[in-house]
Structures are given as C-alpha cells and as structure tokens.
C-alpha cells in the first residue's frame, strides 16, 4: 500500500501555525529549535520564513539528495516509534475512547 503524500495539501501558512501549536504549547517539552534543514519545497517559505527569522532560526536547505535521505530515514523512523508509543497508551483507555475501537 502506497503511503498518502501531503505535496499539495501543505502550505507556508499551515505549517507555520503547526510550527507555532507545537511550540508554543505549554504541555510539550520541546522548544524552538535553532537551525532547520529543509528541502528546496514551497511549505518553508513565505509565513513559515518569516516565523522561523522571527524566532531566530537559521535555514539550512539541503544541498543533495543523500542528505535529504538521511532526514526522510529518520522522519520515518520517528513516525514508527510514535505510533507504537500512541499505540500503546491508547490500549489503556476504555474501548469507546480508542481511535480504531
């Protein structure tokens, strides 16, 4: 099964905002990072640019492909060990409360 692609669907405004939801949240233990490597996409500029240098980010774009490589491996890697660890926590709630009960 081929995974859903969001080329399109991501925009710089949108992720800005999730950029500014995960951040600014007082519940999440991360905070802005200081550098941002990104590909050549359309999503980190415009709104996202202007946040980032607001926040004091440096952009780092990907000069190669076997360097955007090693991010998509761990992107994907990360998103795996999410989901087993939402996974787990959600076999804890009662059954109506779960998402795939």
Known sequence: MDKPSLEGI???????????????????????????????????KGSCEKL????GIKIQKASSKSSMGIIERFNQTLTEK???????????????KRSRA
Request: net charge neutral; hydrophobic share 50%.
């Open 10 to 44: 991501l925009t710089s405004a949108i992720v800005a905002k999730v950029f500014v939801k995960i951040f600014n949240n007082s519940k999440c233990l991360l905070t802005w990072p200081k550098l941002l490597l990104t590909d050549m996409s359309s999503e980190f």
């Open 52 to 55: 980032i240098k607001e926040h």
């Open 82 to 96: 999410l989901f087993h660890i939402q996974d787990a926590q959600e076999l804890l709630l009662p059954l109506p």
